[in-house]
Structures are given as C-alpha cells and as structure tokens.
C-alpha cells in the first residue's frame, strides 16, 4: 500500500494511525504541500479535490481519509486491532453513528479553530477571532454530548477502541497545543478518553510527524 | 415491527433515511417531530438524538441517530433484498465510501449553508447572508465541475450502478434543484445534469416526492 502525503496532515495521520493499528506495511510517499505538489495534475489524477491522502493498493486509487482507513479496516478485519466490530451489524452501526458524529459535529468546528490558529498563519495571515470564538463554542456543546457518552463508554461506540475514536485523533493532537485545551481537560470523562487514545503505540509512533504549531493563540 | 423514523418528511436528513428504506423495500412508520415549533430540541427527543436533531429511529430495542449511519445499518441488514446500496466487492465499497464521503465534506458543506439561507430563513422571516451565498455558489462551481467530469465517464458516481453514494446527495439536491441560479449551474454541466435527471426519475425519489407533498 501506497499513502501519498505529509506526516504532518492531520487527515494523512488519521490513515496511518489506522495502519498501524492493523500492523500493515505501507509506503509513505511524500508530497510537497508547502510548494503546493497537491494541487498538481500527477496528484489531481488520483484525488480530483487536490487534497491529501491519497491510497494506492495495486488496481485501487483511494480517497477522502475516512473511506480510506474504511477499507484498510476492512481489508485487515481479521488483524491487529478491530476497529470497526464487523462481526455484530448493530455494534457496527453504533461505530458508523459514532464516526459520522465526529465528520458532521466534530470535526467542522475543530477544523475551524485549528485552521485559524494553525494555517491561516502559515499563510501570513491573521486569524479570525470571532470564527475562532464561534467555533469553540460549538465544540464546547459537542464535548458536553461526548462528556455525557463517555460517563456510560469506555470509548464513543462501546468498551472497545474503534474508528469512531481514531478519527478524532489528529486535529485533537494538534488542538491540545493551543490554549484552548480546556475545552478537553476541564471535561474528566473527555479528558480521560483522551489520555488513554494518547497512549496507544499507534499514536506513539504517528504524533512525531504531527509537527505543527500554533504561532499565535 | 417495523422500523419507528422520527423526524419531519420533508427535512433533508430524514429524506436520506426514507430514500434507503424505499430503495430497499423496508416497511417503516413516520412518527413526525415538528421542526417548526422545535420540537427537536425538547428533552423527549434530546434522548434520542442528544445533538437536537432529526432523524432518528428506534427498531425494537435498538436505537440509532446520524442518517448516513441509519441508511447504512439497513443496506447492509438488506443486503439481499431491494437496490444493492453498498458496493459488491471490498474495493467497490471503498470507492462508494469515497464518495459518498465527498458529499459530507465537499458538498453538504455547501449545499447546506446554501439552503438554509435561501429556503429556511426566508421561511422562518431571517435576513439571508447574501454574500457569503454568492461565495458558496462559486465554490459550489468548482465542486460540480469535478462532479462532471467524474459523472462524464461513469454513469453513476461509484461506477456503473446506482449506490448510496449517489443516494445520500439527494436529499439536498432536491432542495438546491428548487433556486433558479443552482439549477441553471445543475443544467450547464451536461454530464451532471444527466445523472440528476435519472437518479431523480426513479421510483423511490417520485416516492419520497409524494410522501413530502409535492
């Protein structure tokens, strides 16, 4: 398997976390997206949205990160850690509820913040402080349902580690360097799910690469 | 026992969810949640949709919300029965994921905020934000250009049959569909424009249409 992208991507590391859960070999390809190789014709041909990841596994070109580590977690069910309870179609679905939680409420109001604390600098910009604000509310709202579900679970979809969880990793990596963190820390269920997803040795051996910081706050 | 929906029918979500029961056949029971008066956020729904939101559905003892899972659970329980929704092998599965995920993240983006400013707010007596709706719109361009060009050489997004990659954008294409520019974008890009008025002319669509009043 090919992934093509930078270690840094938020979106890149949620592909490998997932590898390295099912302990699959993969190459890391690298791809340019400071000198903007993304926006390429040679990556626009595997991914017409010019974003990164990208997967290559002989005859399949994949995108989107989620469908991604979809397949991989398929494709290795029978190895490694289960991330997505295939054996019972009702846990599954519970995972599926979970993970379109953290695409449809998480992850717009997190990417909101770290893009202007994180990106926009990147690009000689200044942040937004009343987007920054606005999302952080609404995050707040989301980990107050999280706060909630995780007094009753181990993890978002049940006692197990799942997908669901993984997802969540990267932008919360990166949003734990800002000085917001106690959106995560001042909520004890939330922060203690997130301790535990910190010490797993796929996060171990991905949050290296996830080099970024925020220059303002 | 069938299946208890609750939600509004003529809501974008609930539609994705009645759209997968009718293309697989499934007997289902509306119970309506009035979006008008809110009756979304009251504490009676908050148990089961603690975001506020609609749909979600109770079958026997389980319970699921997030209308992308709900279709998904039922296309896989009916594997067998109705439309083949998902995919046949592993690898056309990830390419109905892949897109199916694109409309969460490149088109709902849009297409939501699109609506809500254009058909809701006007309803509700809201001012629209007028300029970022044109923003939206160019941005909508670009998206539907890649959609051309990708609905140029397949006949349906995940390839030559119709799944729920091409299922889950109906809901909000049926709004869109409704304002004068987005639907003459729709009509400028052939390609597009030809998978809209077949996957619009199938049964389960006039179906949903009826349902909803139309």
Redesign the interface.
């Given at each position: 398997m090919k992934v093509y992208g930078d270690e840094m991507s938020a979106s890149v590391a949620r592909v490998l976390l997932c590898l390295h859960e099912k302990n699959t070999e993969f190459e890391l390809v690298p791809v340019n997206l400071f000198a903007c190789h993304h926006k390429l014709p040679s990556f626009l041909s595997m991914n017409p949205f010019g974003q990164v990841p990208a997967l290559q596994d002989d005859d399949l070109t994949l995108f989107e990160s989620r469908a991604i580590t979809a397949y991989i977690a398929e494709k290795h069910r029978d190895k490694g850690t289960d991330l997505t309870r295939h054996e019972n179609s009702k846990e599954a679905a519970i995972v599926k509820l979970w993970s379109e939680v953290e695409a449809h409420h998480f992850n717009p109001a997190i990417f909101a913040v770290i893009n202007q604390l994180i990106v926009v600098p990147l690009q000689g910009e200044s942040p937004d402080a009343a987007i920054v604000e606005k999302n952080l509310e609404k995050l707040g709202k989301v980990l107050d349902v999280y706060e909630e579900r995780l007094g009753k679970t181990k993890y978002l979809a049940g006692d197990t580690y799942t997908l669901a969880d993984l997802h969540h990793v990267p932008y919360t990596y990166y949003f734990m360097k800002t000085s917001h963190a106690g959106l995560i820390n001042d909520r004890p269920n939330v922060k203690a799910w997130w301790e535990d997803l910190c010490s797993r040795p796929a996060f171990l051996k991905v949050s290296p690469g996830l080099t970024v910081s925020p220059t303002t706050n | 026992m069938v299946v208890k929906l609750y939600g509004q029918v003529t809501a974008a979500c609930p539609q994705r969810v009645l759209l997968c029961f009718l293309e697989k056949e499934i007997e289902f029971e509306i119970i309506h949640i009035d979006l008008d008066t809110l009756e979304q956020k009251k504490p009676e729904h908050l148990l089961r949709q603690?975001?506020g939101q609609v749909p979600a559905i109770e079958d026997g003892d389980?319970k699921?919300?997030?209308s992308?899972?709900?279709a998904?659970?039922y296309a896989?329980?009916y594997a067998d029965q109705g439309t083949n929704l998902l995919g046949k092998s592993?690898?056309h599965?990830?390419?109905v994921?892949?897109w199916?995920?694109?409309e969460?993240?490149?088109f709902n983006?849009l297409a939501h905020p699109i609506v809500i400013n254009l058909i809701i707010k006007p309803r509700l007596g809201e001012k629209c934000d007028v300029v970022l709706v044109e923003e939206l719109k160019v941005k909508l361009g670009v998206v539907l250009d890649?959609y051309n060009?990708?609905l140029s050489s397949n006949r349906f997004l995940a390839g030559e049959e119709f799944t729920m990659a091409d299922l889950t954008h109906m809901p909000a294409m049926g709004y869109l569909m409704s304002i004068t520019d987005i639907n003459q974008m729709v009509k400028a890009r052939g390609s597009f424009n030809r998978w809209w008025e077949e996957i619009s002319d199938r049964p389960s669509w006039k179906k949903l249409m009826v349902l909803a009043g139309h």
């Open positions: - | 603690p975001f389980f699921l919300f997030e992308r899972a709900i998904r659970y896989t329980k592993l690898e599965r990830a390419i994921d892949q199916a995920d694109v969460t993240h490149y983006t890649i060009n990708r």
